[in-house]
């Protein structure tokens, strides 16, 4: 068995080189709609319309991989692996590194797992009329992802608020929301924004609210190296937008 994976490895590594695949990239090429104060559509900012608007809504989107591409891309994935650690100065071929490649190929298929899922899939049976219009509040929800920028860990905790509109979600769908969109490759603002893009979306509720506070490692193990460094964003919709005691309240109940 371990023969013949590489065999497949030593065939993948030489096609690795000249490769320049888009497609992981081309998801990110645009942004959900987002709603603006008046309802209307709001683009992302530096993006023309004809960009936005070729973008489906954020949480009908449909998945960009699926499991039999994990299979045949895992070869090309472990080959480019080996030549990463040739360009090391590693020996692949050393005890301790004969499987790395496969293992470490392995590992990044499921650090991006969110590219497998979409969230209607999650979302169509979990949705509830309820006639309930206090705030809904789930926090502490551990996150973990990567930084598009250097391939290295962002991990983290993320508060979820809305204020419901005669419809509530499963509580534990929060989460798995959470789950799909971080694990891809992210920056912390836009993750911030999809979660909450997608809860609007799904729900139509009066306003959400989303908090992540995380660390990157790529400011904790390379460039300025600050070990205690946490990046805090949000994005509010809706009322937590517009009435500043909707969002102080939100902002209280997550601190407590």
């Known amino acids: 068995m371990e023969r013949s994976k ?5 065939q993948s590594e030489m096609q690795v080189a000249g490769t320049n695949d ?8 645009g942004m959900v709609k987002m709603t603006n104060r008046t309802g209307g559509p709001q683009g992302v900012p530096g993006e023309t319309n004809s960009q936005t608007s070729s973008v489906m809504e954020g ?15 895992l070869p090309s994935l472990a080959a480019a692996y080996t030549s990463i650690l040739r360009g090391l100065g590693e020996d692949p071929q050393r005890q301790g590194l004969l499987k790395t490649p496969w293992r470490a190929a392995t590992a ?8 497998q899922e979409k969230i209607i899939d999650v979302l169509n049976d979990a949705i509830f009329d309820e006639d309930h219009d206090e705030m809904v509040i789930v926090k502490d929800i551990d996150m973990f992802s990567m930084c598009e920028h250097h ?3 962002i991990f983290g905790r993320v508060h979820i608020g809305y204020l419901p509109n005669k419809r509530v979600l499963g509580l534990s769908k929060l989460a798995r929301i959470v789950e799909i969109y971080s694990r891809r490759l992210q920056v912390q603002e836009r993750l911030t924004k999809q979660i909450a893009v997608a ?3 799904a729900l139509q509720p009066a306003g959400v609210g989303v908090v992540v506070e995380a660390t990157h490692m790529c400011m904790v193990m390379r460039g300025v190296q600050k070990m205690n460094s946490k ?3 949000s994005t509010m919709l809706g009322v ?7 969002r102080d309240e939100f902002l209280t109940l997550i601190r407590s």
């Open 199 to 201: 809860i609007t979306e």
């Open 6 to 10: 590489q065999k497949q490895l030593n």
């Open 240 to 246: 937590f937008r517009e009435d500043p005691k909707t």
């Open 22 to 29: 888009g497609s992981v990239n081309g998801h990110f090429e």
């Open 108 to 115: 990044m298929q499921f650090f991006t797992k969110g590219y």
């Open 59 to 73: 949480w009908r989107e449909e998945r960009t991989r699926s499991m039999e591409d994990n299979e045949m891309s």
């Open 151 to 153: 391939l290295v860990p």
């Open 231 to 233: 990046t805090v964003t």
